[in-house]
């Protein structure tokens, strides 16, 4: 146990909706990190936050949007869902700003977009 | 921008070693390795930052070849538990952009016994 907690652990919607995936980051973590992954793909980088402030942004999408609020927990939201938005969401957490230290990953959101 | 990493599956027996390779073009910062083993979360092995400067668990090891933007990780005499896919994360200066670590797509590694 990582100690990052995600819910839910699925979900599924159609396409068009909106959905908000939430994660607490381990006790002590400043940093959350938001990733995609996708059947057959990579960890894809979305965003991260540091103590409530947006302080790195990888691919997402403008239909994607995050924030970290003051108990530090974080929420991702997706909106205009298309069944490509279909993978595992992970998010992980880290003391510190920069990736310097180990990310310490939740157990995953898998979203199915029918 | 995406690292890459070779091979992109292997298979061992039980004690036998194996090497992991990761590639970037851009000048690095930091490289990390995780490993996900089928429907769990990646897990921290280490991190390789530049500088010389390395944090992980004892029984893994890899390098860090700063002027090749290269890493690889090292795995000895292999146990049925380090079966999973291996990931490399690296931190570069991506258009002026750090803070952040762009996944290689993972090495599948399975050992049998």
């Known amino acids: 146990d990582s100690g990052v907690t995600q819910t839910p652990k699925h979900l599924i919607t159609a396409t068009g909706q909106r959905v908000t995936l939430r994660c607490s980051p381990r006790?002590?973590?400043?940093?959350v990190y938001w990733y995609q992954q996708s059947l057959d793909q990579g960890l894809q980088f979305l965003i991260q936050y540091y103590n409530g402030e947006e302080r790195a942004k990888g691919n997402i999408l403008e239909r994607f949007s995050a924030q970290q609020f003051p108990d530090l927990h974080s929420e991702l939201n997706l909106s205009s869902l298309e069944l490509g938005d279909s993978a595992l969401y992970f998010c992980a957490s880290s003391p510190r700003a920069g990736p310097v230290d180990e990310q310490f990953f939740g157990p995953g959101t898998r979203l199915t977009v029918l | 921008q995406q690292p890459v990493q070779s091979p992109q599956a292997v298979i061992l027996r039980e004690g036998e070693d194996a090497v992991i390779n990761c590639s970037s073009s851009?000048?690095?910062?930091?490289v990390h390795w995780y490993r996900q083993k089928h429907g769990e979360a990646p897990v921290f092995l280490m991190i390789l930052l530049k500088g010389g400067e390395q944090k992980g668990h004892e029984k893994i090891s890899a390098s860090f070849n700063e002027k090749k933007q290269q890493s690889s990780l090292y795995l000895t005499a292999s146990q049925l538990s380090y079966s999973g896919t291996y990931f490399c994360?690296?931190?570069?200066?991506?258009?002026?952009?750090?803070?952040?670590?762009?996944f290689g797509t993972g090495t599948l590694l399975a050992v049998q016994p």
């Open positions: 994360g690296t931190e570069g200066n991506y258009g002026g952009a750090t803070n952040k670590l762009i």
């Open positions: 006790s002590g973590d400043l940093s």
């Open positions: 851009k000048a690095l910062y930091s």
